[in-house]
């Protein structure tokens, strides 16, 4: 992660709701933090990253190392969707077969101590895009930025899950597919409020048209430029992929729609440019077509513009279900965040996007 100083992502002061004995925190690092111990030495200052609407992330700034926690957020309803231990775990089997995970610090299981679980992890030193560009970029610079990221995606979807235990154990076979639509569908219903809209012919078109699974492989489940980071000396180079909270073993596909739902394009409408949370209208940016016919290349997929379909849907739906969590939790007052006063608009625009892709799957237009 970056610290408060580095461009893309400041940090800010934490949050009243979001604040934790940092004391205590200390404390558990100082006796469980052997590695590092001799850097994590008094009280650190605390910082809060704005970025993200999931776990919680912070920067504890010691005076000779920084370090990132993170933790469930407050009122969290869905314990299996901040799964502390499991991100550390993930993370830390990764390393030595993927060179774009951060080093782990320590889990702390003991609930006690800030009121959760939460991880440590060291700071990787660099840039997070974010909206726009912190610096500029030439179109040629911006699509070599765009097949770096590719590489990324490619080199994860490529590692051997069956030679790594703690890796494979993450997998449950064949019908991830299904599970997925099933599992998203059941979270949307829990997660309905009374504006929730009527959402049944597009799940019906999801179950009706969910594909076998292309492959098992490891996948992130949020894979976007703003979970990556750059490295400080060369812009085009991703050094860091965060985030890994929805990590798993299952078909790669549905990680490149997860990922292309988020990839806003210059020609798309007003108020799906509300959306954009990366660069991704620059001049040169891929469009989220190139990417997949690249992605489809690189790793031998053949794929018709129909049967992407259902992953551009399905991507956009788990955006959704993603967005309407939040609006529960702040429909219900379970957050103060005024951020997430957006969320409940923007679940009622993905229901129109989501039925226009259907729509225009059913007249034989191209997606």
């Known amino acids: 992660m970056v610290s408060s100083d580095d461009a893309g992502n400041p940090a800010k002061p934490v949050r009243d709701e979001d604040a934790f004995d940092v004391e205590a925190v200390a404390a558990w690092l100082r006796t469980n933090a052997t590695e590092f111990v001799h850097d994590l030495v008094g009280t650190p200052e605390v910082r809060q990253f704005p970025g993200g609407a999931s776990n919680l992330t912070y920067l504890l700034r010691y005076p000779t190392r920084d370090v990132i926690l993170r933790r469930p957020p407050t009122g969290a309803k869905a314990k299996s969707a901040h799964d502390m231990g499991r991100e550390f775990r993930i993370q830390s089997a990764l390393a030595p077969v993927f060179p774009y995970v951060a080093r782990m610090v320590g889990f702390c299981q003991d609930e006690s101590v800030i009121g959760s679980e939460f991880y440590v992890m060291e700071k990787l030193e660099g840039t997070i895009l974010r909206r726009e560009l912190p ?10 930025l765009c097949a770096n990221a590719l590489d990324v995606l490619v080199a994860l979807h490529s ?103 988020y990839w806003v394009e210059a020609g ?8 954009r949370r990366q660069p991704t209208t620059e001049p040169g940016m891929w469009t989220r077509t190139e990417f997949v016919e690249r992605y489809c290349e690189r790793m031998g997929f053949e794929l018709t513009p129909e049967q992407w379909r259902f992953y551009e849907v399905f991507g956009l739906f788990r955006l959704a279900v993603i967005a309407q969590q939040i609006w529960y939790r702040y429909f219900h007052k379970q957050t103060t965040n005024e951020a997430y006063a957006v969320f409940g608009p923007a679940v009622g625009y993905l229901e129109t996007r989501c039925r226009s892709l ?8 191209s997606a």
């Open 358 to 365: 259907v729509s225009a799957g059913s007249t034989g237009e």
């Open 268 to 275: 798309d409408d007003e108020f799906f440019q509300l959306f």
């Open 135 to 144: 610096w500029p970029l030439s179109p040629d610079e911006a699509s070599a």
């Open 159 to 261: 590692v051997d899950v069956a030679a790594h235990p703690e890796l494979a154990s993450l997998g449950r076979g064949e019908g991830y597919v299904a599970r997925q639509v099933s599992g998203w569908t059941d979270r949307f219903a829990r997660a309905r409020t009374d504006d929730t809209g009527d959402w049944s012919d597009v799940v019906a078109w999801i179950e009706a048209n969910q594909p076998d699974d292309v492959a098992q492989r490891l996948i992130h489940n949020d894979f976007r430029l703003d979970n990556m980071v750059l490295a400080p000396d060369d812009h085009l180079r991703i050094i860091g992929v965060l985030d890994w909270e929805m990590a798993t073993v299952g078909d790669p596909l549905t990680d490149l729609g997860g990922m292309l739902s």
